[in-house]
């Protein structure tokens, strides 16, 4: 049963243009969304969060945008750059009654090229 | 070091031996995760420990799985009479207390069952 889903296993995109990253979920009790970045041989390290009393939140080049009647999110990177391409996880959680535990997506392979 | 650490980075061992892997949280965090990343599939919770108080087993997924952690520091997940779909990258985070976004992870054990 995967609540949290990232449909697009891999994205390439050009540099300077947006990248676009999307993560749709299904448990309507998730009220915390976070997004997290993954290079090769390293652990996942923290990019951006979102409580579900917001819309949207932004973090220099990097936006989180929550729909929640869609139960959908996105990340907005502007512009892309080399450096952006790695695997992105969308993670969520309760905030009360969620064991404090994350639920992750499979991951979107983000390639930014020149 | 300023980060969580774990060893080994990489085990390979047969099916049915026990392996043990360990976790070095950073100094003074109170939280303590574990997350197994099996090919192809995102993150998965495997159990949780906050201070002394007892931790959330609920995301481990048979009894051959156990954790241990003293106190505020190291801790051990063992994983008894291993199967080939044991097989996966195992990830240690921890946080000062619950926050999402301050969740920090090592750079995980790559655990292989022939």
């Known amino acids: 049963d995967q609540q949290v889903k990232q449909n697009s296993p891999s994205l390439s995109v050009q540099e300077g243009r947006i990248s676009i990253l999307n993560c749709d979920y299904t448990?309507?009790?998730?009220?915390?969304f976070l997004w997290y970045k993954k290079y090769p041989a390293e652990g996942p390290t923290f990019l951006i969060s979102?409580?579900?009393?917001?819309d949207k939140n932004e973090d220099g080049r990097f936006t989180v945008f929550l729909n929640k009647s869609a139960k959908h999110l996105s990340l907005h990177i502007v512009p892309s750059q080399p450096g952006d391409s790695a695997v992105y996880f969308c993670?969520?959680?309760?905030?009360?009654?969620?064991?404090?535990?994350?639920?992750f997506g499979t991951g979107t392979q983000l390639k930014v090229e020149l | 070091g300023a980060g969580v650490s774990q060893s080994p980075s990489n085990k390979v061992t047969e099916k049915g031996k026990d392996v043990e892997l360990r976790c070095d949280p950073i100094?003074?965090?109170?939280?303590l995760y574990w997350y197994r990343q099996r090919l192809g599939q995102g993150l998965e919770f495997l159990i949780y420990?906050?201070?002394?108080?007892?931790?959330?087993k609920s995301g481990l997924p048979s009894d051959r799985f156990s954790a241990e952690r003293t106190g505020e520091s190291v801790s051990t997940l063992t994983i008894q009479r291993t199967q080939q779909e044991d097989s996966a990258v195992y990830l240690c985070?921890?946080?000062?207390?619950?926050?999402?976004?301050?969740?920090?992870f090592g750079p995980g054990t790559r655990l292989l069952v022939l």
């Open positions: 420990f906050q201070g002394n108080s007892a931790p959330d």
């Open positions: 985070a921890s946080s000062l207390v619950w926050a999402g976004e301050t969740q920090y």
């Open positions: 993670a969520a959680t309760r905030t009360t009654g969620g064991g404090n535990k994350l639920t």
């Open positions: 100094s003074g965090h109170t939280a």
């Open positions: 448990n309507s009790m998730f009220d915390y």
């Open positions: 979102i409580s579900s009393i917001k």
